[in-house]
């Protein structure tokens, strides 16, 4: 099976194979990669790969990959190979929420001439004020949102065209 | 002893609290908002009691839910914790007219010091050093440059009723300072309905020590050692220790001796803890008191060997203390490092959402202090930590070296937390030297924070074995088996056939 993944702003790809001794083999790139791996109860993997055992803890939400191994944390993304993935940000005008929050203001009305830095929306979370503004300038076309709204991260807030 | 108590907060310090309870035999009663339904306090509690929404205003700052609540469940007694309404008078006075015991400092006390600029007067006069500075409600502008020139610039314009941050200029020159005072009034009315403001000299590179102090009600007043916390980012604590590597016995002596003075001029009981700022040149001056438990109490439990919450409730029972200063002594080192969901990369931005494992590291000298369990969502409306792990050794760099094992084993998964950040500042120079000061982190961010690590290719095979190992998952590269699952002997390509050659 192949997949590919994104970290940060590389995409990498990665074939693994169950073989019939049980071993994985995996293929990243040039790189071939034999070893063993179970995983216990709890979820946690154990890796086993020249005589050494590495222990590795996975997790995922949606198209997020969490691992941990040696020590460090990664997050990954997984890249849907067979439909065009959803973008974060959806078309180039549109302001999208960056974490949860709530929305505290909006400061424009449908149909307003808005500029390029203009702050359209004001968020609110951990004590917090964001200020949200456009990346360009346009009209705003339609908006998503009122105050009082508890808004998610990657929830489009107001479409700009 | 006190038979049974409500504990007016939630996450890791309400876990704390009831672990005191516990061992003291007081039946626990813990409340709940409608995200914390599943919270590890209220599971632990021996009673809970929904109070409701998640805002706090709508629930852990309800007085009037939390004193229903206490009448309710007939308690006895009410915990504050830290943060929420642990420094409300209004609260504190309100448990007491309900006939309750409030596990805390008398309101005249916390009243007394809410005020900076009443605080930094009642210091002056209790012989305790306050920061160089000018405070006069009726000033002119000429009085106020006037004092400013005798302060020395640069110095800070500050606002009497409030912190956090807010109604804080730094002025430079004496050129700005009527209109810092000016913004700074503004922000502070505000912020806090209050646009009393003060002059402060500014000292650079300034440390923040503070003293835990402890006073029972028969008039025994001790301090408990310090505690170094200026390991900052934006007014923020991140990590904190004891002992502090900069400070002597004397000054130790000095400043714990300033901190009890602080704590009898305003007949305080119970726990509480004095802050200092020490100059590059050990001068220290009288800062702020705050009249709770603090967040890094763990760190002097760890050195002293003392348990605090458990103290807090026998002087609240009208217990008398049951050592004297000359008994107390600090033993070893302590660190605490604050974990928290947020993106040391993104401005610090809380990282909001499931926490899908959390696995604490276990061992020898480490503890861990957390509300927080797997699965849990870490929700924008309350303060995004994990957990404190606070880690105790021989010395500081042997506490230094565990607490950076302790980290490597941790395992975080399901949201962005500070953990690369924490172990970046601990292999520091700056912090294994002892040498940084409130503003060094701000100063030097860029520097500090380490970059995103490269991918370690088992980080990539772990996550392709995951989603091997989860059927839904499998199917988004296009390969499925007729049952979706990859382990079936029917997915296999190599010829297994059961009793006989393949």
């Not at chain 2, 996450?11 to 609290?17: D, H, K, L, N, S």
């Not at chain 2, 604050?338 to 610090?348: Q, T």
Request: aromatic letters at 6%.
């Amino acid at each position: 099976m192949t997949q590919q993944y994104q970290y940060g702003s590389e995409t990498f790809t990665i074939q693994l194979e169950l073989l019939s001794d049980g071993s994985y083999l995996a293929r990243i790139g040039e790189r071939e990669i034999r070893f063993y791996a179970q995983q216990n109860l709890n979820g946690q993997w154990l890796i086993q790969h020249q005589g050494k055992q590495i222990p590795l803890y996975t997790a995922s939400e949606d198209d997020r990959r969490y691992v941990q191994v040696n020590g460090t944390h990664y997050t990954l993304e997984a890249v849907d190979t067979r439909k065009r993935r959803r973008g974060s940000s959806g078309s180039s005008g549109d302001l999208t929420a960056q974490m949860p929050g709530q929305v505290v203001d909006v400061l424009v009305e449908t149909g307003a001439t808005v500029e390029k830095g203009q702050t359209l929306l004001i968020l609110e979370a951990m004590k917090m004020e964001i200020r949200v503004s456009v990346p360009m300038a346009g009209e705003v076309k339609v908006i998503h949102v009122s105050a009082g709204d508890v808004v998610e991260r990657g929830q489009v807030l107001i479409e700009v065209g | 002893m006190l038979k049974k108590c409500l504990i007016a907060n939630r996450g890791e310090i309400a876990v704390r609290i009831l672990q005191a309870c516990r061992e003291l035999g007081i039946v626990s009663v813990a409340v709940y908002s409608s995200v914390d339904e599943q919270a590890r306090h209220v599971q632990l509690a021996d009673e809970a009691y929904f109070i409701g929404s998640a805002p706090p205003s709508q629930s852990y700052l309800n007085i009037d839910t939390l004193l229903q609540v206490a009448h309710e469940a007939e308690c006895d007694c009410v915990h504050p914790g830290y943060g929420f309404l642990s420094e409300s008078e209004v609260f504190a006075k309100a448990v007491l007219d309900a006939g309750l015991t409030w596990v805390g400092p008398p309101p005249s006390a916390i009243e007394q010091m809410g005020v900076k600029t009443q605080a930094r007067t009642l210091m002056q006069d209790a012989g305790v050093p306050v920061v160089p500075g000018f405070q006069s409600e009726s000033a002119t502008h000429e009085q106020f440059a006037d004092a400013g020139d005798s302060i020395g610039y640069p110095l800070m314009v500050k606002a009497a009723g409030g912190g956090g941050g807010k109604g804080i200029r730094i002025v430079y020159s004496a050129d700005d300072l009527i209109p810092a005072i000016e913004s700074a009034r503004n922000e502070a009315q505000k912020a806090f309905g209050d646009a009393r403001i003060f002059l402060e000299r500014y000292i650079e590179s300034a440390r923040h020590i503070e003293i835990q102090v402890l006073a029972d009600s028969h008039g025994n007043t001790v301090h408990l050692f310090e505690r170094e916390c200026s390991t900052q980012r934006r007014h923020q604590k991140i990590i904190e220790e004891s002992p502090s590597p900069f400070i002597t016995p004397d000054m130790r002596d000095a400043m714990g001796q300033a901190a009890v003075d602080a704590a009898q001029a305003v007949g305080y009981v119970n726990a509480g803890t004095v802050e200092f700022i020490v100059t590059p040149d050990r001068d220290f001056y009288f800062l702020e008191m705050n009249t709770r438990l603090q967040v890094e109490h763990p760190v002097t439990e760890l050195v002293t060997g003392l348990d605090l919450v458990k103290l807090q409730f026998q002087v609240a029972s009208g217990e008398t203390l049951s050592f004297t200063q000359a008994d107390l002594s600090q033993q070893g080192h302590a660190i605490e490092c604050r974990l928290y969901a947020e993106d040391a990369r993104n401005n610090f931005l809380p990282a909001i959402g499931t926490v899908l494992q959390f696995i604490p590291p276990q061992g020898a000298g480490i503890r861990v202090d957390s509300g927080i369990q797997s699965g849990d969502e870490i929700s924008i409306h309350y303060d995004p930590m994990i957990a404190k792990l606070i880690i105790f050794d021989r010395d500081r760099n042997s506490a230094i070296q565990r607490t950076l094992q302790a980290l490597e084993e941790t395992v975080i998964l399901g949201t962005t937390t500070n953990l690369d950040f924490l172990q970046a500042l601990l292999q520091s120079e700056v912090f294994r030297e002892g040498e940084i000061h409130t503003r060094y982190i701000d100063e030097h961010l860029e520097a500090l924070l380490p970059d995103m690590p490269e991918l370690d290719e088992w980080a990539l095979i772990g996550t392709m074995l995951h989603d091997l190992k989860t059927p839904q998952l499998a199917s988004i590269s296009g390969d499925i088996t007729n049952d979706g699952d990859v382990f079936s002997p029917w997915s296999r390509a190599d010829g297994f056939r059961i009793g006989g050659a393949s």
